[in-house]
């Protein structure tokens, strides 16, 4: 996949409507009265109020977010715009608007906690909005993980948890039942392979494959940094061993063309009636619901047979990641304070708890009362959604998120570690030796994000 040139700049009012969301967008700090009133101040009348986010991938979302822009702005009066885009252009975007110091008032973080981190300095402080909104929803799920060097340069907005999708007609066919461990999934993908069902994940440069070979890593005892933050740790007997794994796991139970995968592949192949699982949120089954797309050669619809189980345990752990997005204010905006009142008006309650319900399961904010939503009790694909969340961590973990551990994802340095294992175009100890060295480089401030 080629990679965007940060001298690239995108027309932010194209939507794409493939993937992940990823943003929020402004409002008044000090409008309180004023919003109780139903009048802005003259200041305001004239200002327009922009964020950029990125689309969902269940679009119902992005369109309640845009109307509670939208009331938002009419209660005060403040003209208002969101531009949502593709969410590979994302960080082309970003890095344009800072290095012109112009752009959009909110900004989309993510789909790792490092943009804070690395844009730290262009980032607006948030503990005072951070302060407010989350005693209301029943506080943050694990305070401590959002924190950039100490302060609230990011809110955290929403994660897409990662269950098991499995296709339970082909399970019975191959005489399986629902699988809990990775191990579990290899045998099961490799039956279903036989069949012409291979199991799917991608291994090439997607935020997917970070997600999946990070999870399996860590469910093995593997991880490539340490708890310090600064000692580089994915050359170790465990990482050989999660090597080992996911070769078999390629060789055995995938169809070569996962190497090649973007964020989309694996629900295209659940949805087509091919894979027999992938790890992915529930928008694979989500869409196929929506579509009434059927098992080819039936007229049952695919999402009828579609089960979601619980993130994989290895023989270690059970633990999973995701994209963790985020929403920041650039301190070179003009409208911080507007930025600010939206971000209050949106985390009000009522309102997360209709995008939420919009999103139906796919967008689990990061606040405790939220994961307990009704939305998680509709329908039993969605019973796994807050166990899985719970057992999620940054992609940084067991280290804290930094710009580095941010390049790491950005720059795909583990699935490339893993695919050229399995390729055999590396043996281990020399795809270890490259991971190791090029993290190194980036830990110590030597290479830079592309």
Known sequence: MAKPSTETTFDSRRVSRRHFLGAAAGGAAGLTGILAAGRAPATAQAKELTFLT???????????????????????????????????????????????????????????????????????????????????????????DYLIRGKWKLLPWWMPPFPMAVR?????????????????????????????HPFGTALGHSADANVTLLSIMWSYGASYIAKDGKTITINSKETRQVLEFVKRLYTEAMDPEVLAWDDASNNRCLNA???????????????????KVLVPG????????????????????????????????????????????????????????KWVEAGRGFNMPFLANLTKHAVYKSDKQYRFIPEVAKVSVPPSWPGPTTAASQQVLDLYLIPDMFAQY??????????????????????????KRP
């Open 273 to 291: 009636g091919k894979c027999i699982g992938i790890h992915n949120p529930i928008s694979a089954y989500e869409s196929a619901k929506k579509d």
């Open 168 to 196: 339970t007609d082909l399970l019975e066919q191959i005489g399986e039942k629902n699988p809990d461990t990775w191990e579990d999934w290899l045998r099961i993908g490799k039956k279903g392979k036989a069949i012409g």
């Open 422 to 447: 399995a390729t055999g175009k590396m043996n281990a100890d020399q795809a270890i030796a490259w991971a190791e060295k090029e993290m190194q480089e980036i830990y110590a401030g030597r290479k």
């Open 54 to 144: 990125v689309a969902s991938f269940v679009p119902a979302t992005d369109t309640e977010l845009k109307r509670q822009l939208d009331e938002w702005g009419a209660k005060n009066k403040v003209k208002v715009r969101l531009d949502i885009i593709a969410h590979l252009q994302l960080q082309t975007k970003k890095a344009a608007e800072v290095q012109s110091r112009s752009g959009h008032d909110l900004t989309a973080l993510g789909p790792g906690l490092g943009d804070a981190d690395l844009y730290f300095d262009y980032l607006a402080d948030l503990n005072d909005v951070a302060t407010d909104v989350a005693p209301k929803n029943g506080g943050w799920l694990n305070p401590n």
């Open 298 to 353: 039936t007229q049952k619809e695919v999402a009828e047979v579609i089960d979601h189980l619980n993130t994989p345990r290895g023989p270690v752990d059970r633990k999973a990641t995701t994209g963790y997005w985020c929403v920041g204010v650039w301190n070179f905006s003009k409208n911080q304070d507007l930025a600010k009142d939206f971000l209050r008006y949106h985390f009000q309650p009522d309102n997360l708890s």
